[in-house]
């Protein structure tokens, strides 16, 4: 179709080391080692919506905090002397204690299984797997503010941080999961995807649904077979290269 080879075009421009510059991405390759990696991208990732202008300081503030060691900040709760125990925002939708909460939980989960990637690795041998396995964990724990309760949404964060852990080969996304292959990966959907992909004719739902990302996904997967989610880099620069006409 006429689409394909534009998006393969795109992808090819747009995947490199300047992607980073300006995206969340950038922080999980400012720390060494795979739990501190994991862990600063999970914190990037929940903190992924809203205008970069606001949500990239707030993750800059917190690889500042942990020292460059967000494992063992997130880990040995030393966040508690960080962010205050109240109902004051911490950013947008998060309050200090929601987020506090958040991290709460994510300390249990590295205490109770070392890693983010252990903890997956046990449960799921797919991406959706895997996404499910995370919301009913923080469910459990009264935990559904910053990671959703269930996959009935399209989880653009968690799909965003899915596709940096386990994509191989790649100057953005990490690798670091080869236990979940890169052709399960889920494409990342918000507003800004729903667009682009509407303004090729690749989708003709207006819904940020779980649904909705798995038919777009499927589609994508014709373009880049077993690397659906190298259409990210595509959609993306296409937004970008509408905007410089």
Known sequence: M??????QE????????????GDPSWFMHQ???AENQETMAFIAASLSYGSRKQFLPK????????CGKPYNWVRQKAFAYDIADDDRCFYRLYTNKQYRHFLLVTSKLLSEYGSLGEFVGQRAGDTLSAIKCLCAYFAQHECSVVIPKDTVSACKRLCMFMRWMVRTGS??????????????LIIPLDTHVLQEAMSLQLISSRNATM??????TDTLSRVFPGDPTKADFALFGYGVDKSAR
């Open 211 to 216: 649904s909705v990302a798995l038919k777009l």
């Open 59 to 66: 993750i800059q503030r917190i690889l500042d905090l942990s």
């Open 2 to 7: 006429h689409y394909e080879l534009l998006l």
């Open 10 to 21: 795109l992808a090819a421009r747009y995947e490199n080391a300047d992607f980073l510059t």
């Open 171 to 184: 100057p953005v996304d990490l690798g670091l999961w080869t236990f979940i292959s890169p052709s399960s």
């Open 31 to 33: 720390v060494e080692g």
